[in-house]
């Protein structure tokens, strides 16, 4: 057996993963809605050009979280500093998206999927535009069947939040937190 052959990634255990997210989020659930809150109403009032910084900001809240550091949901902010990669990246990812779902839907699909950790590959890893999207495309390809049961259980769960205000509140930090933990999976962090 080849030493340098690459193993099959173990598939996501999503129940463990839900689990997870929730404990994290039952920490500091004030500092994940706040946050939550504030990528909502800035990304609305400034007509979605922050919400892609927000939402690293976000994400790099999640991971100090995780790492058992101290958050509050002003930390949200942080994530300006990576304003025009992020901001590149979100425009990229909508449009080629919009494009994509305009020519039968299933292209805008397939870059949706393939696109959807790159604010993640930004905001932890330090990538710049297109090195994010071509490493999320990657990581995509190499974890197709654990990313699309990811995003089928995370959209899911946000449509039955998205039913009630509260339930907003939560599904919505909740799944970005699942999907920051699913990164770490994901890449083997």
């Known amino acids: 057996m080849d030493v340098n052959a690459q193993r099959a990634p173990a598939p996501l255990d999503l129940v463990s993963l839900g689990r ?55 930390h949200v902010f942080d994530g300006l500093a990576l304003l025009a990669p992020t901001l590149l990246v979100g425009l990229i990812y909508v449009v080629a998206v919009a494009l994509g779902s305009l020519l039968i839907l299933l292209p805008g699909v397939v870059i949706a999927v393939g696109w959807c950790y790159a604010l993640w590959f930004v905001a932890l890893e330090g990538h710049q535009t297109g090195a994010a999207l071509r490493a999320a495309w990657a990581l995509a390809r190499q974890q197709t069947g654990s990313l699309l049961l990811l995003l089928v259980a995370v959209v899911a769960a946000n449509l039955v939040g998205g039913l009630f205000v509260v339930g907003a509140l939560l599904s919505g930090p909740l799944a970005l937190i699942a999907l920051t933990l699913a990164f770490d999976q994901l890449k083997g962090r």
């Open 20 to 74: 997870d997210a929730w404990q994290l989020f039952v920490r500091q659930p004030a500092a994940h809605i706040g946050a939550f809150a504030i990528v909502l109403l800035l990304g609305t009032i400034t007509a979605g050009l922050l919400t892609p910084a927000l939402l690293a900001g976000y994400i790099r809240v999640v991971d100090r979280a995780r790492r058992d550091e101290p958050v509050h949901a002003t």
